[in-house]
């Protein structure tokens, strides 16, 4: 295709480089010839800005989950009456109503675990599996269409229901690097509203040095930036947002932003979403997709920060009917998720 | 025939990027969702399947094709009690929704102004298939995927432009 730089490459040649679709003795001529040609390489800066752009704006073409307000608003953090303990409560019930970290079995295109960082092992089967045990049906796309149906039958009990519910006890403290959180309460809660979600065993493997509630994800998270990943490396879908749950900060903080595009296939770092204080000032954090499904994370400020991922999906769910039928083909429950928040550095 | 083992693996495998697939080409994720369902219908049916993801792709399309040629009106339809429900719901719009959905708007335009194959192509790969599955699901030459896609990607950007500085 090219001729000691007489002949360029074409521009399907040059889309086909950067799709990595090319054989490697042509991928290599493309690329020695756009390093000695001016011409050349304005034509991939300019199809690198297509492929991105496209990219953004096939990704409009989603639903977003619209975020239910109400969670962030401070008369929230007033009704709960914010104690330790009851922050603790309610971010349990914050991931029972919205956590779905949707399984995305593509066994063969598992993204690599993210290099930048040590992590700590995660441990797997062990205690915290026997205290919840995995329910029999938890498929994520039953919980979800689930979800919608009471989501629908009964909008406005989302938060709610926190004051008067029955939370089990703490979960078993955990030493050591590795704080591994199961999702008790989540279940709990679940069952008490009749929903039936898939179970997440969250893992921090960031400074875990305190565990305050079971659904941290990142228990006392310092200012950096995080990517949030499964242990396995298998894709998750993420539908939420992250809001930082310090009690400290549970008070002041009423609003964030839009919850990120639920395509997994958007680029990295094209969305960035601010976690803002109430009555503005500096955002407080954060979040944008990062690659591969991971959700990257920035937080601000020297005060740490308790973080928690939250979810809404009722409004990108299908009808239940077509959901169970889905499930009739799809019984093999998905294996809980484990999640690490790696540290890496921010760009 | 595929055993339901071999269906269940595809259906983890498949049917999240395939409803997604479906929802950008049709617009109605409900829609999406049937013609998901019988894409893996139609699986089960069948004695092999080589390139699987190639194959569950072309499926899909061609019963997105046959089903707009039979009936014009079933999308109506849809649409119609799409906004119904819409309507009908309680979620509250965060502040930027209405921004959103002027995007979106925007957005479906200009992915409808495409060609036909370019479409395809283009919202294939944005599901991540190779340019060899490409080419095995819309039936071209491999060689003629990145023009395709480059084509797509060009006409897709100027159709937005042009959208959004009219909105402007």
């Known amino acids: 295709m090219i001729d000691d730089d007489v002949v360029h490459p074409d521009e399907g040649t040059i889309h086909a480089w950067l799709d990595d679709a090319l054989g490697a003795a042509e991928a290599a001529d493309v690329k020695a010839h756009v390093a000695s040609c001016a011409r050349c390489a304005a034509a991939v800066a300019e199809a690198r800005g297509l492929i991105a752009g496209a990219s953004r704006v096939v990704g409009m073409l989603d639903e977003k989950p619209v975020s239910t307000v109400r969670i962030a608003e401070p008369s929230l953090w007033r009704m709960l009456r914010v104690t330790p303990a009851r922050a603790a409560i309610a971010a349990a019930l914050v991931v029972a109503v919205g956590i779905t970290l949707t399984r995305k079995h593509i066994a063969d295109e598992v993204p690599a675990a993210g290099p930048l960082t040590a992590v ?17 049906k938890r498929d994520s ?20 229901a926190a004051p008067g519910l029955a939370i089990p006890a703490a979960p078993p403290s955990v030493a050591g690097a590795v704080a591994e959180l199961d999702t008790a309460p989540a279940r709990a809660v679940a069952r008490a509203r009749n929903l039936q979600l ?31 990943e499964a242990a396995d490396g298998s894709r998750l879908m993420w539908q939420g947002v992250v809001l ?15 919850p990120p595009p639920s395509a997994a296939s958007d680029a990295a770092g094209e969305a960035r979403y601010a976690v803002t204080p109430l009555g503005g000032g500096d955002a ?12 990257a994370i920035a937080l601000k400020g020297a005060s740490p920060t308790t973080v928690g991922v939250l979810s809404f999906t009722r409004n990108l769910l299908a009808d239940v009917s ?20 790696r540290k890496i550095s921010c760009r | 025939m595929v055993t339901p083992d071999r269906l269940t693996a595809l259906f983890h495998r498949y049917h999240q990027p395939l409803v997604r697939f479906l929802t950008r080409q049709l617009g109605d994720r409900d829609w999406a969702e049937e013609i998901a369902q019988e894409t893996f219908v139609k699986a089960l049916k069948q004695e092999t399947i080589a390139s699987e993801r190639s194959w ?16 014009a009106r079933h999308r109506k339809r849809l649409e119609v009690m799409r906004d119904e429900a819409k309507s009908a719901s309680v979620v509250m719009p965060a502040v930027t929704s209405m921004e959103r959905d002027e995007d979106r708007a925007l957005a479906r335009q200009a992915v409808d102004a495409l060609a036909e194959r370019d479409r395809d192509a283009l919202l294939m790969r944005e599901e991540g298939l190779s340019y060899g599955e490409i080419a095995a699901a819309l039936d071209l030459s491999i060689g003629s995927v990145g023009t395709t896609l480059s084509r797509a990607r060009r006409r897709l950007m100027e159709a937005y432009e042009k959208l959004e500085e009219r909105n402007d």
């Not at chain 1, 930082?244 to 839009?258: E, G, I, Q, W």
């Open chain 1, 120 to 136: 700590a092992p995660v441990r797997q089967g062990d205690e915290a599996f026997s205290v919840a045990p995995p329910v029999a």
């Open chain 1, 141 to 160: 796309v039953l919980a979800r269409a689930v979800a919608k149906r009471v989501a629908k039958d009964n909008p406005q009990r989302t938060i709610e």
């Open chain 1, 198 to 228: 898939q179970e997440v065993v969250v893992t921090s493997a960031g400074s875990a040095d305190k565990v305050r509630a079971k659904v941290d994800v990142m228990p006392a998270a310092g200012a950096g930036c995080y990517r949030l």
């Open chain 1, 244 to 258: 930082p749950l310090d009690v400290s900060l549970a008070s002041s903080v009423s609003s964030y932003a839009a």
């Open chain 1, 284 to 295: 407080i954090g954060q979040w944008s997709h990062g690659a591969g499904d991971s959700l």
């Open chain 1, 322 to 341: 077509k959901e169970r039928r889905a499930l009739t083909r799809s019984a093999e429950a998905p294996a809980p998720v484990q999640v690490v928040a």
């Open chain 2, 56 to 71: 569950i792709f072309a499926v899909a399309l061609n019963l997105v094709r046959d089903e707009t040629r039979r009936d």
